[in-house]
């Protein structure tokens, strides 16, 4: 299992950001994706989550009407739309599997996203 992240920078407060996790090494239409974040001194959080089909989407209050998770099964890619970005938004954005069977967790290498003016 493989997860690598992209997209990540420096964006101004109210901006946004597309961020992209390209997934190999497993059958990426059978798994549920999500996106967690963790910024300095805090625990690592959960943004976003997205069912197999697409379907089904779930997120953090902190981000409801202004993030969007995605995935493109044929791509085995999964997103995160990002916009009107906050200084509190500022973390490294990590993309997350779960196998499952096993149960076992699989987490890409995060990317950083720092909002600033």
């Known amino acids: 299992v493989q997860l690598v992240e992209s997209g990540g920078g420096l964006v101004q407060p109210g901006g946004s950001l597309r961020l992209s996790c390209a997934a190999s090494?497993?059958?990426?239409?059978?798994?549920?994706m999500s996106w967690y974040r963790q910024a300095p001194g805090k625990e690592r959080e959960l943004v976003a989550i997205?069912?197999?089909?697409?379907?089904?989407?779930n997120y953090a209050p902190s981000v409801k009407g202004r993030f969007t998770i995605s995935r493109d099964n044929a791509k085995s890619t999964v997103y995160l739309q990002m916009n009107s970005l906050k200084p509190e938004d500022t973390a490294v954005y990590y993309c997350?599997?779960?196998?499952?069977?096993?149960?076992?967790?699989?987490w890409g290498q995060g990317t950083q996203v720092t909002v600033s003016s």
């Open positions: 997350k599997t779960r196998a499952p069977l096993s149960r076992n967790d699989y």
């Open positions: 997205i069912g197999s089909a697409g379907g089904n989407t």
């Open positions: 090494g497993f059958t990426f239409s059978s798994y549920v």
